[in-house]
């Protein structure tokens, strides 16, 4: 039976996670559990393999691709699903490795995708060293900011500072107010989140200047990759979203080979900023009907 995503489903989840190699932010415990009410994600373990379902705006009732081994009888159990309740067959949040498999062995009637859902990547090296003249601005940032903020500190986020984290939260929210709708959830997804952090069992950094916070940042691990979930800084510090992403990723990313920055959501200045970071590639996410 399908079952609404809930935190305590993590330990349950989370096994099939690692089994990926798509590399997409979706099919992480931060990216799935965090959004899990704004997708109205569902899932259902059956067959030694984990089935999800979600709804994105007005398309209802897609499947992303199963995780699990028995491919041909996984897809039939969809296909009999869909039958059984008079929906199409359709898949969202595809790979492109994935949407060639569907392509190979089904009939597809059609594919799209959206850009300002497509996860961008990077080699983690790049981020750490900032190596060469495509890096310069970002170095420059970042020297500057020494130079100016010389008792600057990166430090782990834990039960100790966990309030603090909340509190710079509030302020971000209140000097830098957005009034997108996809502006208004992130905000009531963060603090949701914060307030539920330890259940996730995930990876934050702080950055502080004379024990203030002035930039926070969250992600996780799963195999080669690390994945940036948030990150938000105090832009009146000239440099300090520059200094989070370089010292989040020196922190947490020296020992994988990518970060995945995820989405600019339809943003222009947040996909600006991510394609300074010179991306080796941009993921896309392909929604796909088949008929069987």
């Known amino acids: 039976m399908?079952?609404?995503?809930?935190?305590?489903?993590?330990?349950k989840i989370s096994p099939f996670l690692n089994l990926l190699s798509?590399?997409?932010?979706?099919?992480?415990?931060?990216?799935?559990?965090?959004?899990?009410?704004?997708?109205?994600?569902?899932?259902?373990?059956?067959?030694?393999?984990?089935?999800?379902?979600?709804?994105?705006?007005?398309?209802?009732?897609?499947?992303?691709?199963?995780i699990g081994s028995d491919f041909q009888g996984n897809i039939a159990y969809l296909k009999e699903y869909s039958d059984l309740n008079k929906i199409p067959l359709i898949f969202s949040i595809v790979s492109d490795r994935e949407l060639k498999i569907l392509e190979e062995n089904y009939k597809v009637v059609s594919v799209s995708n959206s850009d300002e859902w497509s996860d961008y990547f990077y080699l983690s090296n790049d981020l750490i060293e900032l190596n060469g003249r495509k890096y310069s601005t970002q170095r420059n940032h970042i020297n500057k900011f020494i130079r100016t903020y010389r008792d600057y500190e990166f430090v782990p986020i834990t039960k100790s500072n966990i309030g603090l984290v909340i509190d710079f939260l509030k302020e971000f929210y209140e000097k830098y107010e957005k009034t997108s709708s996809i502006s208004i959830e992130d905000e009531n997804i963060t603090f949701e989140f914060f307030n539920n952090y330890f259940k996730y069992n995930l990876l934050g950094g702080i950055l502080k200047i004379q024990n203030k916070i002035i930039a926070i940042s969250v992600g996780e691990i799963i195999n080669d990759t690390l994945f940036v979930h948030i990150e938000k800084a105090d832009r009146e510090y000239l440099g300090a979203y520059q200094m989070i992403n370089n010292e989040f990723a020196k922190y947490y990313g020296k020992d994988v080979t990518y970060i995945n920055r995820e989405?600019?959501?339809?943003?222009?200045?947040?996909?600006?900023?991510?394609?300074?970071?010179?991306?080796?590639?941009?993921?896309?996410k392909y929604i796909v009907e088949v008929k069987i």
């Open 2 to 11: 399908w079952k609404k995503l809930e935190l305590e489903d993590i330990p």
């Open 22 to 66: 798509s590399h997409l932010s979706d099919f992480t415990i931060g990216g799935m559990f965090m959004w899990k009410d704004y997708f109205n994600i569902e899932y259902l373990i059956k067959n030694n393999s984990l089935f999800l379902k979600l709804d994105i705006k007005d398309k209802k009732n897609m499947f992303t691709f199963p």
């Open 263 to 284: 989405e600019d959501v339809g943003d222009e200045g947040l996909r600006k900023a991510k394609l300074m970071y010179n991306p080796i590639e941009i993921l896309k």
